[in-house]
């Protein structure tokens, strides 16, 4: 399979999810064997979209280099592994990517509209050779030797509008848009003030965040699937994944992980040669 980048440049404008403000975006061809790099140009700093970079795991996954960050970048970071990208430039000039429609189906849009390119060189994938496991507080995420990359996943909230949910997905472009892509954000209504009050949560609406009060969904009428928060999850969960810098061939296992957990899972494989070899995919 060779590299791919994008065909052209694509320009999108929104608000940022948690800072609330404008931010435009452009999605750039990169040369290949570079990987995904985000910029921020009202800074001027170059900040590589890898799991060593992440800063910060509360409420959306950050990276930051030099002084400067990037916040809620697994939304985007699984579009592109979803269209299986693997060189390109984000360009922000604001904190976060905006959130759109809070699922990766819209980003999947505009890289549509963008088109993509072959490299000559062929794809590098990260076969998982053994099990890896992190834990914390009950919750669990690991990496186990598959022969495809699978997905996982079981959630449980306290609310009767979310309760026990699991979900197993297979990866293909076709299934990821299909199954994964369409399901949005989501956050409980109880949290919002507090969570204004630290800087989160100011561009959320109910056009883009499902929106939980107690047992039930304020904007039920906006959900696409019954199994939408595990879905949307799974969603995060591959747009985490894909901070290894390559394609995971394995089976990730979450069961109520999040952005912490995901990321102290990269960082155990990586710190164990002996779990994963880089290899040609076929």
């Given amino acids: 399979?060779?590299?791919r980048t994008l065909a052209t440049e694509i320009t999108a404008a929104g608000t940022a999810l948690h800072a609330g403000t404008a931010v435009r975006m452009t999605l750039a061809p990169a040369a290949a064997g570079s990987g995904i790099m985000f910029r921020r140009s009202d800074l001027g700093v170059d900040i590589p979209a890898r799991y060593g970079a992440?800063?910060?795991?509360?409420?959306?996954?950050?990276?930051?280099?030099?002084?400067?960050?990037v916040g809620v970048v697994e939304h985007?970071?699984?579009?592109?592994?979803?269209?299986?990208?693997?060189?390109?430039?984000?360009?922000?000039?604001g904190p976060e990517p905006p959130i759109l429609d809070g699922d990766a189906l819209?980003?999947?849009?505009?890289?549509?509209?963008?088109?993509?390119?072959?490299?000559?060189?062929?794809?590098?994938?990260?076969?998982?050779?053994?099990?890896?496991?992190?834990?914390?507080?009950?919750?669990?995420?690991?990496?186990?030797?598959y022969?495809?990359?699978?997905?996982?996943?079981?959630?449980?909230?306290?609310?009767?509008?979310?309760?026990?949910?699991?979900?197993a997905f297979t990866f293909s472009r076709d299934g990821f848009r299909r199954e994964i892509a369409p399901a949005r954000t989501f956050g409980f209504l109880q949290e919002l003030?507090?969570?204004?009050?630290?800087?989160?949560?100011?561009g959320a609406s109910l056009e883009n965040t499902l929106a939980i009060e107690g047992d039930r969904v304020v904007n039920?009428?906006?959900?696409?699937?019954?199994?939408?928060?595990?879905?949307?999850?799974?969603?995060?969960?591959?747009?985490?994944?894909?901070?290894?810098?390559?394609?995971?061939?394995?089976?990730f296992v979450g069961r109520r992980s999040g952005?912490?957990?995901?990321?102290?899972?990269?960082?155990?494989?990586?710190?164990?040669?002996?779990?994963?070899?880089f290899v040609n995919l076929m």
Avoid: C, W
């Fill in 54 to 69: 992440v800063t910060e795991t509360n409420l959306g996954t950050v990276i930051a280099a030099n002084g400067a960050s």
């Fill in 147 to 167: 022969d495809r990359l699978v997905y996982d996943m079981e959630i449980e909230f306290p609310s009767r509008a979310i309760g026990r949910q699991s979900y």
């Fill in 193 to 202: 003030d507090a969570l204004k009050k630290i800087g989160r949560g100011h």
């Fill in 220 to 251: 039920a009428h906006a959900m696409r699937f019954k199994d939408e928060f595990v879905r949307h999850k799974v969603l995060d969960a591959v747009g985490d994944m894909a901070l290894a810098g390559a394609p995971l061939i394995g089976r």
């Fill in 1 to 3: 399979m060779p590299r």
């Fill in 76 to 93: 985007l970071m699984a579009a592109i592994a979803g269209a299986e990208i693997d060189d390109m430039r984000v360009i922000l000039d």
């Fill in 106 to 145: 819209a980003f999947l849009a505009l890289l549509d509209r963008a088109g993509v390119s072959e490299y000559a060189a062929p794809r590098r994938g990260i076969e998982i050779r053994k099990r890896v496991e992190v834990e914390h507080k009950g919750a669990t995420a690991a990496l186990e030797p």
């Fill in 259 to 277: 952005h912490a957990l995901n990321n102290a899972l990269l960082r155990a494989l990586f710190a164990d040669p002996s779990s994963h070899a």
